[in-house]
């Protein structure tokens, strides 16, 4: 396994095992009374997130702290960066200051693989441009694995702006690994034809129905506006073809589980009746980047 975690793609399938057969023996400690452990007791975790971030930064933060680890947030807003300060020179006066593991979000992609060439303090990439998202992938192959039982052979369709869209090509690699049969679907302007080169068994279609037929799993994506010099896809016209509306699960498999990595932008990704639906795992892949985290810190500095 890589000495910190810069993406999926690289990964072995038998890291990855391993990674969530561990994220499932944290699960119980979420429920528990005193839910702190001293398996990283004395570590120093920095996040650094030069990108807006929730769930990502406050669940690392949570993870390391479950571990015994004491955790520093630094946003870009609060940094030195606004006194135009380099990325280089920011990553160098944190590693002097001796943490063992740097959570990185940046908007560049290659951002983290450029890093870790120079710094010895191992990197954990917390969303690199829209390149890779390695733990909500995770994350998202843990809950998949709760509820279905297996990664091999199931259907999953992956829907809205692919283009643009870090989760979407992490778990592209992810599920290939393990042969899932994938489906990514959106508008034309927001589905490049090279996709279908990231994996094998991959598809695109521009038919949100096609797409979701026979799925056992739906995994919905956030519109990022913010990515876009210009509006893909008009916004009144997105819900219509591709929001993901009750009906549309008819077409999947009666158990199949709907996803998102949030934030959710209701009314326009999915109708308010889906994301609150029985068969959303939506709160699950919240409550599981935590568990995942902490397999992920524990791998890299435990």
């Known amino acids: 396994m890589q000495r910190g975690l810069l993406g999926i793609e690289e990964m072995e399938r038998a890291d990855i095992d391993r990674l969530l057969a561990r994220a499932k023996d944290f699960q119980p400690i979420q429920s528990q009374t005193v839910k702190k452990l ?4 004395g570590k120093m975790i920095v996040n650094l997130f030069y990108e807006a971030s929730t769930r990502t930064r406050t669940s690392f933060e949570i993870a390391a ?3 015994g680890a004491d955790a520093v947030s630094i946003t870009a807003s609060g940094s030195s960066v606004t006194k135009g300060e380099s990325l280089v020179d920011t990553l160098n006066t944190l590693a002097a200051m001796r ?8 908007s560049a992609s290659g951002a983290p693989h450029f890093l870790s060439r120079y710094l010895e303090t191992p990197i954990i990439n917390a969303g690199d441009g829209t390149h890779e998202h390695p733990t ?6 843990r ?3 709760d509820r279905r039982g297996a990664l091999e052979g199931i259907r999953v369709a992956i829907i809205g702006d692919i283009a643009h869209s870090r989760v979407a090509r992490s778990n592209v690699h992810l599920l290939s690994k393990f042969g899932a049969e994938i ?19 991959v598809r695109l279609t521009t038919d949100i129905r096609e797409a979701i037929k026979d799925a056992d799993v739906v995994m919905m994506l956030r519109v990022q506006l913010e990515r876009q010099h210009e509006a893909a896809f008009p916004a009144s016209e997105y819900f219509r073809f591709y929001g993901l509306q009750l009906e549309h699960l008819e077409l999947a498999k009666s158990d199949a589980i709907v996803m998102h990595p949030g934030p959710i932008n209701r009314g326009r990704e999915l109708s308010s009746e889906v994301a609150d639906f029985q068969r959303s795992v939506i709160l699950n892949q919240v409550e599981n980047g935590i568990a995942v985290r902490m397999a992920v810190l524990e791998r890299v500095i435990g």
């Open 38 to 41: 001293d398996t990283l007791r």
């Open 65 to 67: 702290k479950r571990l």
């Open 99 to 106: 943490p063992d593991a740097i959570v990185m979000r940046h």
């Open 136 to 141: 909500q992938a995770l994350l998202d192959a």
């Open 143 to 145: 809950t998949i694995l």
């Open 183 to 201: 489906v990514l679907c959106g508008p034309v302007s927001l589905l490049p034809h090279e996709l279908a080169d990231l994996a094998p068994g």
